[in-house]
């Protein structure tokens, strides 16, 4: 289910945001309070509209990036495998 969030000063609070960008979802982040409100009561308003941004999610999932575990993996281990390298040296 997608979310809506707006970034603070603290990088806790800017976690959501960037996750939302990776997604391509960068329209759900709100850039202020009244923005954030105006958003939520737009999408729960709008059941087309969040409808779509969950089959976008849905999609990202299978497509994006932030979702490819295989490749995840297979970057932390070369990078395992650099620091060792260099270790040995």
Do not use: I
Request: net charge negative; hydrophobic share 40%.
């Amino acid at each position: 289910t997608p979310l809506v969030t707006m970034p603070g000063k603290k990088m806790a609070s800017r976690v959501a945001a960037s996750l939302l960008n990776a997604c391509g979802l960068n329209e759900l982040v709100a850039k202020s309070p009244e923005d954030y409100e105006e958003l939520a009561v737009s999408l729960a308003m709008d059941m087309d509209r969040l409808w779509n941004l969950r089959k976008r999610l849905e999609d990202a999932r299978l497509h994006s990036p932030l979702f490819d575990t295989q490749r995840w993996v297979q970057s932390l281990e070369l990078g395992y495998q650099l620091v060792w390298s260099r270790y040995e040296q």
